[in-house]
């Protein structure tokens, strides 16, 4: 059997394209993702009942179904209803919905691993709650849990593949496209390999960057 990478490599264009759309599902869907994440993890750890109950519901939810059930759902089984949405935007509203609530578990514990000392500190100073909550418990609480968090994201970009389901022309979908064009399988797919996992290492520095620089004040 003779390897032909060249021909492979020859559509680097759409292998660019499928690269540039995994990397903007990703971007979208971490900043969302987190900051939904985040909130469902406040409201669960010292929200009212009526807000555990309702933030529970959901993460239980979404933890315990296939990804591609919920993708399926937003992306077919809203246009009956007169929801009708691109890939583009079922993708990333799928990938968020998901991301929310991994995070909202990941949030939780760095949030009730707050010391309680901590927060009566930020009342005896008068602050207001959203001060205490952005001030004092967030910082800390995202140091605690930065690791997790990173990986969820990371995990979440190596499931946007499963959005070419829907026609999504991210980086699977268009090595499937160059595949069924060169019948170079082997090929495609260590390339396409390859990206994923470059790709995937690329996003873990820079978080974990952004992490120690923005967030940490390292």
Do not use: H
Request: charged share 10%; glycine share 8%.
């Amino acid at each position: 059997m003779e390897f032909d990478f060249s021909t492979v490599l020859k559509q680097w264009p759409t292998l660019l394209n499928g690269l540039w759309m995994t990397l903007l599902i990703t971007a979208v869907s971490a900043l969302l993702g987190t900051l939904l994440g985040i909130g469902c993890g406040w409201a669960r750890a010292k929200g009212p009942a009526w807000a555990k109950w309702l933030v529970g519901g959901y993460v239980e939810l979404i933890r315990n179904t296939p990804f591609i059930v919920q993708l399926f759902f937003i992306f077919f089984g809203l246009p009956p209803l007169g929801i009708k949405l691109t890939a583009l935007t079922a993708s990333l509203l799928a990938n968020v919905v998901n991301l929310g609530a991994y995070v909202s578990e990941i949030a939780r514990s760095g949030i009730e691993a707050t010391p309680r000392g901590q927060l009566e500190a930020g009342q005896s100073l008068a602050l207001s709650r959203w001060q205490i909550f952005s001030r004092v418990v967030l910082p800390p609480a995202l140091k605690k849990v930065w690791p997790a968090l990173v990986g969820q994201i990371i995990i979440i970009m190596l499931g946007s593949a499963v959005c070419s389901q829907i026609s999504m022309d991210e980086l699977s979908y268009s090595a499937n496209q160059i595949a069924s064009n060169t019948f170079r399988n082997f090929e495609v797919y260590i390339v396409a390999a390859t990206m994923y996992l470059v790709l995937a290492m690329f996003v873990r520095q820079a978080l974990n960057r952004i992490g120690l620089r923005l967030i940490f004040g390292r």
